[in-house]
């Protein structure tokens, strides 16, 4: 379970250049010892790996970062080949590098080489087979630990080696990969193994060095008492009031069409995550899960570190029960992790329902109307409401005209192919109805930036993206029960505290007026009629 070599990548498009279409590494870190293992593993099949612009070229070209939406590239997007996101085959001069794990996350690509020993062949596509290879799952977990640390750092930035990300990025990969081998992939035990002050302390003198003293061998006891105390995998152990702080999160996905041949749809997903800073080598939690009668949570997946008391959810996930209370017990490691997650049942209605009409005046205009209603019996109290109205494959904004917004601001965002449409923290009106309608021309420029172009939003296929975000309320009505949460093998006096809050993932609304994407759903007398 190694790695040969990590890489960062950053877009094009971000990189000051809009002529040049290869991303650009802000950070690689090579591995000469596992590399030479590779070699005289793989023999004749070994690959090098290349410098960092030819990687981030092949990497650019398997991805399709630097060619047009519409253009199909036989061997990456042929039919034939199997998908298997996010590992990669990345053709180089010298070969083909596989597998590479590649992420993208807040505008960054991260990509990693682990070094394959047993069980797999290049260009196996079997998805069994790389799910249980674990060089390969722990490449994926190295890539989110540095989309995490990237998380803190805005994409365009200029990244030099005093850049406090590049420094955490420099110490979580002494700490957690010093030779390759991964120890610690963790950022919060790492960020605790830094922070720590030196043990030891050099003191300069022009006196006559002294003999170090002889250091007094631990007895038996002492080193029984911390090996029991403080366990190999929790070498930081927490000082400090004890607290336990819970999150639940739902996160809703709603498609509309607002048309007789498309269906609407919509589903509601949460988790639970929880930091527990509790004194004590291994405390151990229960707490009672709660959700609204007519809402119950199904398809429960619990943390491994996490047993289900009241066998409501004995599955593990996945199956169709589902409860409306049920009883967790878990080990609480030292960071924040996710306890759960699940999905609401009996969601009959989405939140917020929204109409979107558009249509072309010319070939370089058009005039559209957004109307957003908030649905009887909802929270009426946001952080922010927002609705994105994008435009593609028609160039840039040159001129809002005709603008009318019933509440709110209205503004171009800064790619200028988008109207941003910010409604405020609540709807004032009594019919909780707010209403934009706005004519929109396009020009377009001489040498366009190498942005993306949904092909199939031409002519007037077009929807907008709805997104909010309510604080301290969950749809389901799943909530922690405080009178029910005991800690077991820690600290005393633990305050407990629960955050809920409901924000949308993909909350999407299809012109009406266009062509629309969309599944087909057979009834059971369709599927079963062979005629």
Known sequence: MSVRAVWILAPPSCTGTPTVDVPSVVYSRRYPTVEWRARCLYDRDYVGTPDDRELAKAVSHCLGLNHPAGEFVQHRDSCKRGVTRPIYDITV??????????VHRNGYLICTLPLVETGLTPGDGDSRSLITASSVAVAFDLVMCLADIMSNCPIGMQL?????TIRELNDFMMLSLPLGTPTYLNIATVRALTSQPTV???????????????????????????????????????KGVNKLCVMVREVVRVVQYDRADARDTWNIYGTITVTPEIEGATPQLSMVVRSHPRTPVGGVII????????????????????????????????????????????????????????????RSTVSFTVVVQLTDGQWNSFEFCDVNVPFYNRGLIQKVMKIAPSAGDVSVAADKRTIVWKIGQRFASRDLKVKLSATVSFTRPLNPLP??????????????????????????????????????????????????????????VWNKFGNVLTVYDPTVDECFNTK
């Open 93 to 102: 001069p010298s070969g083909s590098l596989w597998p590479v794990v590649a």
């Open 160 to 164: 030099t080696f005093k850049h406090p």
């Open 200 to 238: 030891t302390k050099t003191t300069v003198s022009n006196s006559r060095p002294q003999t170090p003293a002889r250091p007094q061998t631990p007895s038996m006891g002492q080193l029984l008492a911390v090996s029991v105390s403080q366990p190999a995998w929790n070498p930081c152990p927490y």
């Open 303 to 362: 943390h491994p570190y996490t047993q289900d008391i009241d066998g409501v959810m004995v599955d593990g996930g996945g199956g169709e029960s589902s409860s409306d209370r049920f009883t967790l017990l878990y080990n609480a490691p030292p960071q924040t992790f996710t306890l759960c997650q699940y999905e609401v049942k009996g969601a009959t209605i989405p939140p917020v329902k929204a109409l979107y009409s558009m249509k072309e005046v010319d």
């Open 451 to 508: 942005l993306y172009d949904d092909p199939f939003c031409v002519e007037q296929n077009s929807y907008i993206l709805i997104m909010f975000k309510i604080p301290e309320l969950t749809l389901s009505g799943c909530n922690i029960d405080l009178k029910s949460v005991q800690v077991m093998g820690g600290g005393k006096g633990v305050k407990s505290s629960v955050l809920r809050e409901t924000v949308t993932g993909e909350y999407k």
